[in-house]
């Protein structure tokens, strides 16, 4: 059995991916004798902040005895449909301006309740609760397209696709409505008393509450598909499609929402919310979860369940809620006081990271966890049992919706495995159990539907499920495969045929081919960075350290890009002190590495140029940063490790202000964090 030493799995980590079989230890710079064997964290005063919280940003008034219940959202988000339960009409509301720009009357509908909007036909769809029919409402036109007989007391509908889906409250019946044909083409019977409906494209299924026998319904193809019983008086219904939970209201004296795991189909637990909850949604681009009772929004994250904040709204706030994503913003129907509420969701992206720790026996493990960017409402993906149970190395499939990871479980020599899984922990499924002694190193194709990783010491390709596995390369010892974000090429770095010395950089077709030496240098290429146009990649050398033979005597390391089509390399850096890591910022305008500049040796810190080597300038203080350095999505702020082999922690640099937030704050060793892509979708 290989054994690890605690200091070899901390590294492993952070430096493993970089340099584990790279420049022999004699080659790389050695630390000095009288520096101490623990780092502690060093943050400046204004490290500290308090994130903010989703607020009541505005309140929109309808006339009065409108009664809004109702809500939907055009597709743009520039357009809110409410529709009005007393005064038979669907407002139109402005989302810029947060006014109403029309009032469409509902000829022949009495009870306007539940609506939805059809983005591909520019439709909407309004159940009328007290006439048993549905409106086809034109919102462009602002007129009626037709007016279609339903069950007994519509409730609540949905649309997929080109089907209309209406929740027969009173006729425990479900009718569809072909959106071509304007017509009801089939009811059928389901349940009792089903009420509201949420919908997942990614599945092609729509879930549907059955308020009367305690059950959610799962609608395929406009028939019954499956169903979770025993779930208390659900009404108001959500679904997460980044992590395929959904959440059910409990009416009635229950108080609390059931969360629901649609795969497997699994109730996974409840939150109680401290009064009767009618509807609520998910805003999946956050990670909040607003739950409406009556007169007050109390909103949860979805990460840990726990209460962020409880926002007073207008009394008789029982049908209503839509969510924009891409604005961040929920609105909410008060029927008492015929008003719409806005309510400003705030920003919240996830970081995944690896938490090291020693089991019972003294041996090492390791978890990954996920948090928001400020560190709140922490969530554990992996619980290793076992002594040398590591699980570390995560990395987001583009949509966010699923992580790769590395774990040394399933191998009675805890030797490496390819695993994913989904962002609750659940359905983590080993890929490569049928090869390799060392799997490891997994990275996403842009398009999510493969994987390329190292194998041992040669770069392999599968798909996303862990079939059609190609190898790459052959005896080049190569390891960190990076995919460019065009999809064409994957770089890493290898040992030239016949060298043992030092590694270059190379990049293979994505499609299988001859790899290609891009620095062919005689000194260590290390850690390569794609610009966003796939055209360029920075790394790191060694090339102009003071050698004696393979003896490093005076170590410099600087950064460098090349020109993939050319094979042209500029230098950016030029400095007698260590520079390191360099990451390309999102919009390709940036470059942050890591240097120790001004500094004592190998205390690294944060510092940003741009892409073409100008304005290098110090970002933040923050002390003996590992690498590698993740760009957040917004472009504005980076995670890194901070720390080595004791009290490490995972922080986030703001590279305009230097402002630094702590991301954990554990006595463990916390490494490798990776942003989830801000996707919703």
Not at 48 to 56: D, M
Not at 96 to 121: C, D, F, K, Q
Not at 276 to 303: K, M, Q, S
Request: hydrophobic share 40%; charged share 15%; glycine share 8%.
């Amino acid at each position: 059995m290989r054994r690890f030493v605690l200091a070899a799995v901390l590294v492993l980590s952070a430096v493993l991916v970089l340099r584990s079989a790279g420049p022999s230890a004699a080659s790389r710079p050695a630390r000095p004798a009288d520096d101490p064997p623990a780092y502690t964290l060093h943050l400046p005063v204004v490290a500290s902040r308090h994130p903010p919280v989703p607020y009541l940003s505005g309140v929109i008034q309808l006339p009065a005895g409108s009664h809004p219940h109702g809500l939907a959202i055009d597709e743009a988000g520039q357009r809110v449909f409410v529709g009005n339960h007393w005064a038979n009409t669907l407002s139109v509301i402005d989302a810029a301006s947060l006014t109403v720009s029309a009032t469409i009357p509902l000829p022949n509908a009495t009870g306007p309740n539940g609506v939805a909007y059809l983005p591909g036909r520019d439709r909407v769809y309004v159940a009328n609760r007290d006439s048993n029919n549905l409106s086809v409402v034109d919102p462009t036109a602002g007129s009626i397209v037709t007016t279609q007989n339903v069950g007994y007391l519509p409730d609540g509908v949905a649309v997929m696709d080109d089907l209309v889906y209406v929740a027969n409250f009173g006729a425990n019946s479900v009718s569809i409505l072909d959106a071509a044909l304007n017509t009801v083409t089939r009811t059928f019977a389901i349940g009792s008393e089903p009420a509201l409906f949420a919908v997942l494209d990614e599945y092609e299924t729509i879930y549907l509450t059955s308020h009367g026998n305690a059950t959610v319904y799962a609608l395929k193809d406009a028939a019954y598909y499956n169903s979770t019983p025993g779930v208390a008086a659900p009404y108001g219904l959500s679904i997460d499609p980044i992590t395929y939970r959904l959440y059910a209201a409990n009416r009635g004296e229950a108080h609390t929402v059931t969360l629901i795991d649609v795969n497997p189909n699994a109730v996974a637990g409840v939150i109680d919310v401290g009064g009767e909850p009618h509807v609520l949604a998910i805003n999946p681009r956050t990670g909040h979860l607003f739950v409406v009772c009556g007169d007050v929004v109390r909103v949860y994250d979805r990460r840990d369940h726990a209460l962020i904040t409880a926002i007073p709204i207008g009394p008789g706030a029982t049908e209503g809620i839509a969510v924009d994503p891409a604005h961040n913003r929920v609105y909410v129907s008060s029927s008492d006081v015929d008003q719409i509420n806005v309510i400003q969701d705030v920003p919240a992206l996830d970081l995944a990271y690896v938490t090291y720790r020693l089991s019972a026996n003294q041996q090492p493990q390791s978890d990954i966890f996920i948090a928001d960017d400020a560190g709140r409402h922490v969530s554990q993906l992996t619980h290793a049992a076992a002594d040398l149970e590591l699980n570390a190395q995560p990395v987001f499939r583009p949509d966010g919706k699923r992580l790769a990871f590395v774990s040394s479980r399933d191998d009675v020599d805890h030797n490496w495995n390819v695993f994913t899984m989904d962002l609750t922990g659940r359905n983590q499924i080993n890929l490569t159990a049928d090869g390799g002694v060392e799997d490891t190193e997994p990275a996403w194709s842009p398009d999510g539907t493969r994987l390329a990783w190292r194998r041992d010491w040669n770069i392999w390709v599968m798909n996303a499920d862990g079939s059609g596995k190609t190898q790459l390369t052959t005896g080049l010892t190569a390891r960190t495969p990076q995919w460019s974000p065009d999809g064409q090429w994957i770089n890493f770095i290898a040992f030239p045929p016949g060298e043992t010395h030092y590694v270059d950089v190379y990049i293979v077709s994505a499609g299988g081919g001859s790899p290609l030496n891009l620095t062919d240098s005689p000194r260590n290429d290390l850690q390569a960075s794609w610009s966003p146009d796939s055209r360029y990649l920075a790394f790191e050398t060694d090339r102009h350290s003071v050698f004696t033979g393979t003896q490093v005597i005076t170590p410099n390391w600087e950064i460098y890009t090349v020109d993939i089509s050319a094979t042209l390399q500029t230098r950016l850096t030029d400095d007698p002190d260590q520079d390191h890591a360099a990451a390309w910022s999102p919009d390709g305008a940036h470059i942050a590495w890591a240097s120790d500049r001004g500094a004592e040796q190998y205390d690294f810190r944060l510092w940003l140029m741009t892409s073409a080597g100008g304005d290098q300038h110090l970002v933040a203080g923050v002390s003996r940063l590992l690498f590698p350095i993740r760009w957040s999505p917004d472009g504005r702020r980076v995670a890194v490790q901070s720390g080595l082999l004791q009290n490490g922690d995972i922080v986030v640099i703001d590279t305009v202000t230097g402002a630094i937030q702590p991301v954990t704050h554990t006595p463990l060793e916390e490494a490798w964090p990776v942003w989830r892509p801000d996707t919703w979708r």
